[in-house]
């Protein structure tokens, strides 16, 4: 079976993971891997004096963890090994692995640790120092950065990408949030010790888990509730003729786009990323869900753990026998007088009973309402549509003109062919493009190179070739195309 092309394992050693999957070392490991990059190869670490750390330098900072490290270990085996040795065996297992390698520089030897391996240890870095999600930031990143793409196309066309990854981000990590909260809805679930839960839910699940703003995300506060500001403005930034046109240069100038098309469908990818943020509400219905069921899961089980009887009559008697015990030991003529958590007095009286809990009204959570268009609103995102519509050149739209014009087996050039609408004009200035790519083609073709075909269907329907000659009309001056109806060519086939 071959192997694939973006392999993790074509970029990183293959045996990086042995120090991390060790069982007795695994933690220590991670560890001592933080302590060295924080020293050496952070980039707020202090620079190395030469060409690099010496092994004698990096052998001194291990040693330093393990003393460290050694006040918390239980291993007395290991703790009977002289410290060097264990530090050159823990050096020597990362240089093994390929965390750390040896770079030489004439005779000496420095320790390095190579850009690959730097991200891969960053990335799994973050990974493990992540804590609660913040929406609103990112959501007014989007908002900003689209703001700035709106006011200059030009120069910030960069940025329609990056604001395009954001909110594809910001999906991803609303639906992997849902995720988490059924896995520690499941991990609670195992917990027996009441004492145990309340650690695990309060310290771990509510403050390291949750979106750091979710109790404001259903609020009509929060920057979420822009997000429709945010798909109009990649609206108009990708409709908008002279916008999309910048958007279109910046694109095949540096995502290397072949063709104006490929250009198109990278901003028609990345505008899908941004329109998507339409569907938040169905994501965020899910995870409100979800978390009601773990908060209703945890607060059954508090009240369960509160109310159940357990072990009470044997606790009671047990006080109760040592009570009697310490009665017994004191001479007959002096009290024993007995700290308690009340105050003195009768025991049993109405003044001692509590009042009954009054049950809390059920709050009504806010719900995020869409927004309403206004008329004008609404008559300009129609006026927007219907010019997109007439200027949209498919394969159906071209061969549905060619049939009002040339008949099956016909052949017909450019210049005779009339304009009736927008449409029209805009199929008519495409002839001129598709008699190059055909003509590009053709010389391909020629030269032994094979390159996809643009519109497949529009290829066994008609063909198309330049004369070599221009016209122009009350609309545009362009190349003359000649084209030629095939005998066979079927609309039904196209569309």
Known sequence: MPEDADNLFDRVPEHIFRPLGAHEHARRNWSLLNHLYNDFFAPEADPPEGEGWTQKRVVASIERFLIRWDEHESNVEELGTPINIRAHDALSSFLDSGWLSIDRVGFTQFVIMRPTVQNLFELLKTFAEQGPEFIGGRVQSVRNNLLQVQADPEKNAAVFQVAAKECSALLRMLN??????????????????????????????????????????????????????????????????????????????NLRCRSTEEADALIENDTARVMALREVDRLLARLKDAVTRANDQALGYLEYKVRSQGNFDTKTDQVINAVVRAADSRPNDKNLALPTGWSQGRLLSEDALKMPNK?????????????????????????????????????????????????????????????????DLCILAAFSRLGLIADRTERNARAGIVRPTLFKELNRYIEIELTGERFENEYIEAPVVRIRRRKDGSTNNAN
């Open 359 to 423: 049950k809390p009204r059920k709050r009504r959570g806010a719900v995020i309402q869409k927004r309403r268009l206004s008329p004008e609103e609404r008559a300009r995102r129609l006026v927007r549509q219907i010019m997109k519509g007439n200027r949209e050149v498919s394969e159906s739209r071209i061969i549905q003109y060619i049939d009002r014009h040339v008949d099956p087996g016909g052949v017909l050039e450019s210049s005779s062919m009339d304009v009736a609408s927008i449409n």
């Open 176 to 253: 992997t949030t849902r995720m988490r909260v059924r896995e520690a809805s499941e991990y609670l679930r195992a917990q027996e010790s009441a004492d145990l839960f309340l650690e695990r839910f309060f310290g771990d699940y509510i403050s390291s888990l949750y979106i750091g703003d979710y109790s404001d995300l259903f609020s009509r506060n929060h920057p979420l509730a822009s997000r429709w500001d945010i798909v109009d403005m990649a609206s108009r930034v990708t409709e908008e003729p002279e916008s999309r046109e910048q958007l279109r240069r910046w694109y095949r100038k």
